[in-house]
Protein backbone atom coordinates (compact mmCIF):
# COMPACT_ATOMS: atom_id res chain seq x y z
CA UNK A 1 0.00 0.00 0.00
CA UNK A 2 2.63 2.22 0.79
CA UNK A 3 4.64 1.91 -2.67
CA UNK A 4 1.69 2.50 -4.69
CA UNK A 5 1.06 5.41 -2.91
CA UNK A 6 4.78 5.99 -3.73
CA UNK A 7 4.19 6.13 -7.07
CA UNK A 8 0.91 8.45 -6.98
CA UNK A 9 2.79 10.90 -5.57
CA UNK A 10 5.72 10.51 -7.93
CA UNK A 11 3.16 10.72 -10.76
CA UNK A 12 1.76 14.28 -9.17
CA UNK A 13 4.87 15.42 -8.93
CA UNK A 14 5.86 14.54 -12.23
CA UNK A 15 2.37 16.70 -13.48
CA UNK A 16 3.49 19.58 -11.46
CA UNK A 17 7.23 19.87 -12.75
CA UNK A 18 6.09 19.38 -16.10
CA UNK A 19 3.66 21.82 -15.56
CA UNK A 20 6.17 24.46 -14.25
CA UNK A 21 8.69 23.57 -17.07
CA UNK A 22 5.51 24.66 -19.89
CA UNK A 23 5.04 27.39 -17.71
CA UNK A 24 8.74 28.15 -18.10
CA UNK A 25 8.57 27.68 -21.72
CA UNK A 26 11.04 24.39 -21.95
CA UNK A 27 11.00 23.33 -25.65
CA UNK A 28 9.27 20.23 -26.92
CA UNK A 29 12.88 18.22 -26.98
CA UNK A 30 13.20 19.49 -23.11
CA UNK A 31 9.68 18.07 -22.21
CA UNK A 32 9.92 15.24 -23.98
CA UNK A 33 13.52 14.13 -22.59
CA UNK A 34 12.02 14.95 -19.13
CA UNK A 35 8.81 13.03 -19.72
CA UNK A 36 11.44 9.60 -20.74
CA UNK A 37 13.21 10.44 -17.49
CA UNK A 38 9.84 10.53 -15.57
CA UNK A 39 8.86 7.37 -17.07
CA UNK A 40 12.15 5.71 -16.52
CA UNK A 41 11.84 6.50 -12.91
CA UNK A 42 8.43 4.95 -12.25
CA UNK A 43 9.12 1.53 -14.25
CA UNK A 44 12.24 1.40 -11.78
CA UNK A 45 10.16 2.01 -8.69
CA UNK A 46 7.36 -0.41 -10.31
CA UNK A 47 10.05 -3.05 -10.50
CA UNK A 48 11.60 -1.86 -6.82
CA UNK A 49 7.90 -2.54 -5.41
CA UNK A 50 7.31 -6.16 -7.01
CA UNK A 51 10.34 -7.18 -6.08
CA UNK A 52 9.65 -6.10 -2.33
CA UNK A 53 5.95 -7.14 -2.91
CA UNK A 54 7.43 -10.94 -3.94
CA UNK A 55 9.99 -10.80 -1.04
CA UNK A 56 7.25 -10.25 1.21
CA UNK A 57 5.30 -12.85 0.16
CA UNK A 58 8.20 -15.58 -0.24
CA UNK A 59 8.88 -14.86 3.86
CA UNK A 60 5.09 -14.37 4.61
CA UNK A 61 4.53 -18.29 2.49
CA UNK A 62 8.47 -19.43 4.31
CA UNK A 63 6.72 -18.84 7.98
CA UNK A 64 3.25 -19.71 7.14
CA UNK A 65 4.70 -23.34 6.04
CA UNK A 66 7.07 -23.14 9.18
CA UNK A 67 3.97 -22.57 11.33
CA UNK A 68 2.78 -25.24 9.62
CA UNK A 69 5.08 -28.00 10.29
CA UNK A 70 5.55 -26.82 13.59
CA UNK A 71 1.70 -27.55 14.15
CA UNK A 72 1.86 -30.55 13.13
CA UNK A 73 5.04 -31.60 14.97
CA UNK A 74 2.91 -30.32 18.10
CA UNK A 75 0.14 -32.63 16.89
CA UNK A 76 2.16 -35.60 16.43
CA UNK A 77 3.43 -35.21 20.18
CA UNK A 78 0.50 -34.75 21.52
CA UNK A 79 -1.43 -37.58 19.53
CA UNK A 80 1.82 -39.90 20.90
CA UNK A 81 1.30 -38.33 24.69
CA UNK A 82 -2.14 -39.30 24.23
CA UNK A 83 -1.89 -42.72 23.14
CA UNK A 84 1.11 -43.44 25.97
CA UNK A 85 -1.68 -42.16 28.47
CA UNK A 86 -4.25 -44.47 27.08
CA UNK A 87 -2.13 -47.21 27.35
CA UNK A 88 -1.20 -46.53 30.56
CA UNK A 89 -4.56 -46.10 32.36
CA UNK A 90 -5.42 -49.34 29.87
CA UNK A 91 -2.40 -50.73 32.42
CA UNK A 92 -3.84 -49.28 35.38
CA UNK A 93 -7.22 -50.38 35.05
CA UNK A 94 -6.06 -53.93 34.26
CA UNK A 95 -4.24 -54.10 37.50
CA UNK A 96 -7.05 -52.70 39.69
CA UNK A 97 -9.54 -55.87 37.94
CA UNK A 98 -9.34 -57.60 41.67
CA UNK A 99 -12.18 -60.09 42.57
CA UNK A 100 -12.65 -63.64 43.24
CA UNK A 101 -16.04 -65.92 44.84
CA UNK A 102 -15.69 -69.36 45.70
CA UNK A 103 -17.47 -72.28 47.45
CA UNK A 104 -15.81 -74.41 50.06
CA UNK A 105 -16.28 -77.71 47.61
CA UNK A 106 -15.65 -78.36 44.42
CA UNK A 107 -17.63 -82.00 44.11
CA UNK A 108 -19.51 -83.91 46.60
CA UNK A 109 -21.02 -83.08 50.18
CA UNK A 110 -20.32 -83.61 53.69
CA UNK A 111 -19.57 -81.80 56.84
CA UNK A 112 -15.97 -80.31 57.76
CA UNK A 113 -15.11 -80.49 61.63
CA UNK A 114 -15.28 -80.21 64.13
CA UNK A 115 -11.31 -80.17 64.98
CA UNK A 116 -9.51 -79.74 68.25
CA UNK A 117 -7.75 -76.73 66.74
CA UNK A 118 -8.79 -73.43 64.26
CA UNK A 119 -7.76 -74.28 61.15
CA UNK A 120 -7.61 -72.15 57.41
CA UNK A 121 -10.86 -73.25 55.13
CA UNK A 122 -9.82 -74.06 51.92
CA UNK A 123 -11.75 -72.99 49.29
CA UNK A 124 -11.52 -75.55 46.02
CA UNK A 125 -14.54 -74.73 43.81
CA UNK A 126 -13.70 -70.77 42.39
CA UNK A 127 -16.43 -68.91 40.51
CA UNK A 128 -14.12 -65.90 39.69
CA UNK A 129 -10.60 -65.10 40.09
CA UNK A 130 -9.80 -62.28 38.19
CA UNK A 131 -6.23 -60.81 39.24
CA UNK A 132 -5.19 -64.44 40.43
CA UNK A 133 -5.05 -62.86 44.01
CA UNK A 134 -7.00 -65.56 45.52
CA UNK A 135 -5.00 -68.86 45.88
CA UNK A 136 -7.06 -72.19 45.98
CA UNK A 137 -4.44 -74.86 46.86
CA UNK A 138 -3.94 -72.33 50.33
CA UNK A 139 -7.13 -70.95 51.10
CA UNK A 140 -5.44 -67.43 51.56
CA UNK A 141 -6.08 -64.12 49.37
CA UNK A 142 -2.88 -62.09 49.15
CA UNK A 143 -3.56 -58.63 48.65
CA UNK A 144 -1.60 -56.91 45.17
CA UNK A 145 -2.43 -53.43 45.91
CA UNK A 146 -3.25 -51.28 48.41
CA UNK A 147 -6.54 -50.32 48.69
CA UNK A 148 -10.10 -50.99 50.43
CA UNK A 149 -11.21 -54.25 50.09
CA UNK A 150 -14.84 -56.08 50.79
CA UNK A 151 -14.88 -59.29 52.02
CA UNK A 152 -18.08 -61.65 52.24
CA UNK A 153 -18.74 -64.85 54.19
CA UNK A 154 -21.87 -67.19 54.35
CA UNK A 155 -22.13 -70.28 56.41
CA UNK A 156 -24.34 -73.73 56.83
CA UNK A 157 -24.57 -76.79 59.35
CA UNK A 158 -26.53 -78.46 61.27
CA UNK A 159 -27.41 -77.94 64.70
CA UNK A 160 -26.38 -79.96 67.76
CA UNK A 161 -25.89 -79.70 71.36
CA UNK A 162 -22.06 -79.21 71.19
CA UNK A 163 -20.93 -78.12 68.03
CA UNK A 164 -21.42 -74.51 66.81
CA UNK A 165 -21.63 -73.31 63.10
CA UNK A 166 -18.46 -70.90 63.46
CA UNK A 167 -15.69 -68.79 60.89
CA UNK A 168 -13.94 -65.91 60.74
CA UNK A 169 -12.11 -63.27 58.08
CA UNK A 170 -8.90 -63.35 59.59
CA UNK A 171 -6.18 -60.55 58.41
CA UNK A 172 -2.58 -61.04 59.14
CA UNK A 173 -3.63 -63.56 61.76
CA UNK A 174 -6.17 -61.45 63.74
CA UNK A 175 -9.97 -61.69 63.66
CA UNK A 176 -11.66 -59.62 61.64
CA UNK A 177 -15.64 -60.29 61.41
CA UNK A 178 -17.10 -63.76 62.64
CA UNK A 179 -20.00 -65.50 61.20
CA UNK A 180 -21.72 -67.63 64.20
CA UNK A 181 -24.67 -69.66 64.67
CA UNK A 182 -25.73 -72.44 67.11
CA UNK A 183 -28.32 -74.26 68.29
CA UNK A 184 -29.39 -77.96 69.28
CA UNK A 185 -31.04 -78.88 66.12
CA UNK A 186 -32.00 -77.90 62.53
CA UNK A 187 -30.38 -76.23 59.88
CA UNK A 188 -28.22 -73.25 60.70
CA UNK A 189 -26.97 -70.62 58.74
CA UNK A 190 -24.79 -67.40 59.25
CA UNK A 191 -23.22 -64.46 57.33
CA UNK A 192 -20.92 -61.38 57.53
CA UNK A 193 -18.62 -58.87 55.21
CA UNK A 194 -16.28 -56.20 56.42
CA UNK A 195 -14.11 -53.54 54.63
CA UNK A 196 -10.72 -53.78 55.33
CA UNK A 197 -7.56 -51.44 54.12
CA UNK A 198 -4.70 -53.86 52.79
CA UNK A 199 -1.30 -53.12 52.43
CA UNK A 200 0.51 -54.84 49.54
CA UNK A 201 1.10 -58.00 50.97
CA UNK A 202 -1.23 -58.35 53.49
CA UNK A 203 -3.26 -61.95 53.68
CA UNK A 204 -7.03 -62.57 54.30
CA UNK A 205 -8.33 -66.17 54.94
CA UNK A 206 -11.05 -67.59 56.44
CA UNK A 207 -11.03 -70.02 59.90
CA UNK A 208 -13.27 -72.52 60.97
CA UNK A 209 -13.03 -72.00 65.09
CA UNK A 210 -11.98 -74.75 67.40
CA UNK A 211 -15.10 -78.09 67.82
CA UNK A 212 -16.82 -75.87 64.68
CA UNK A 213 -19.33 -78.15 62.02
CA UNK A 214 -20.01 -77.15 58.48
CA UNK A 215 -21.98 -78.60 55.76
CA UNK A 216 -21.26 -77.98 52.30
CA UNK A 217 -23.10 -79.71 49.03
CA UNK A 218 -23.53 -78.79 45.47
CA UNK A 219 -25.83 -75.76 46.47
CA UNK A 220 -23.11 -73.89 48.01
CA UNK A 221 -24.04 -72.60 51.05
CA UNK A 222 -20.42 -71.89 52.39
CA UNK A 223 -18.95 -69.16 50.92
CA UNK A 224 -16.08 -66.84 50.48
CA UNK A 225 -16.23 -63.91 48.42
CA UNK A 226 -13.59 -60.19 47.89
CA UNK A 227 -12.80 -57.48 45.52
CA UNK A 228 -10.94 -54.26 45.91
CA UNK A 229 -13.56 -51.60 46.11
CA UNK A 230 -10.68 -48.96 45.02
CA UNK A 231 -6.72 -48.49 45.59
CA UNK A 232 -4.95 -46.04 47.73
CA UNK A 233 -1.97 -44.45 47.25
CA UNK A 234 1.05 -46.00 48.59
Given at each position: ?11 E??VF?V?Q ?5 L?L???T?T??E????I ?7 R?EL????D ?7 S?V??L?K????M??F??S???E ?5 R ?13 GS?HV???TT?I ?6 IF??I ?7 T????AP?KG ?7 V???G??TN ?20 NQG ?7 VV??L?V??VVH??L ?8 N ?5 TFS ?5 P???
Amino acid sequence: MKGWLCTLLLLETFVFVVQQQIDGGLTLRELTATVTEQKAEIRALETRLREELNKKTDEISALTQSQVEELRKENREMSDFTRSQVEELKKENRDRQIAFSTSLMESGSGHVGPFTTDITLIYKNIFTNIGNAYNPITGVFTAPLKGAYRFTISVFGFGNPTNPTHISIMKNGKIAVMAYAHQNQGSVKASNGVVLILEVGDVVHVRLGTNSRIYDNHNNHVTFSGYLLFPLRA
